[in-house]
């Protein structure tokens, strides 16, 4: 199956400051997904990107992802402490569409 | 609410024993993923079902087991229980190809916390 990592692991920043989790490949991804998961809740869909050099923005929230389709990245503007958790890529992929995982980037807000 | 539900909530046994996870999908939703998330594995893909059959596994235990059934709920069932499978198993689903549906999104339930004593 197709392999993404994440990084950075954790990140803690003050609240107002940018935040930008990244997931990389060695192979070329057919997708790309972003899902949220908060303290001691479950993972919740953000965005699926496709296309190579695709761009999305959701509010504070921006999507790449990279032209040769081996990287994504989510960036999130002056942060507040509603975007506190941890930010998952995924890859959508086999018959049955099945997501592999990267390894998260816990977000922590400083108030 | 995703719409997904999934029972128990917690769940403390001991090693060697044998427990049911339960899960609903989604109203309308064929697919049911099974997934554990763990502190030193993070998020896997352990099953899928798809309208009852079995359609994809992942890193799953020749111990665990799952199935679906006729109304569409779906069964993970872990048996000779060890530490290290203490986690969170996350159900989730999918709508069918068929539907129309922008995007593959898959919608988590709640979770399992599992712990084996």
């Known amino acids: 199956g197709q392999q993404v990592m994440q990084i950075p692991q954790y990140q803690h920043v003050q609240e107002g400051e940018d935040f930008t989790t990244y997931c990389n490949s060695s192979t070329t991804l057919s997708n790309i997904q972003w899902y949220k998961q908060r303290p001691g809740g479950h993972p919740v869909f953000l965005i699926q990107l496709v296309k190579s050099g695709e761009v999305k923005k959701q509010k504070r929230l921006t999507f790449q992802f990279g032209e040769a389709k081996k990287n994504s990245s989510l960036h999130i503007t002056a942060t507040q402490t509603t975007d506190v958790g941890t930010y998952f890529c995924a890859v959508s992929s086999g018959s049955a569409r099945q997501l592999t995982f990267g390894s998260g980037t816990q977000l922590t807000v400083l108030p | 609410d995703s719409g997904v539900t999934q029972t128990p909530k917690h769940l403390i046994t001991a090693t060697g024993q044998r427990v049911t996870l339960r899960c609903s999908p989604r109203?309308?939703?064929?697919?049911v993923y099974w997934y554990q998330q763990s502190l030193d594995q993070g998020l896997q893909f352990l099953i899928q079902?798809?309208?009852?059959?079995?359609?994809a596994k992942g890193n799953i235990l020749e111990r665990f087991s799952a199935q679906q059934f006729p109304d569409l709920h779906s069964e993970l069932n872990l048996s000779s229980l060890e530490l290290g499978d203490s986690a969170l198993y996350f159900c989730a689903s999918s709508a069918s190809r068929t539907s129309g549906a922008t995007y593959n999104e898959q919608f988590f339930g709640p979770g399992t916390r599992l712990t084996v004593l």
């Open positions: 109203s309308g939703d064929l697919s």
């Open positions: 079902y798809y309208n009852g059959e079995e359609r």
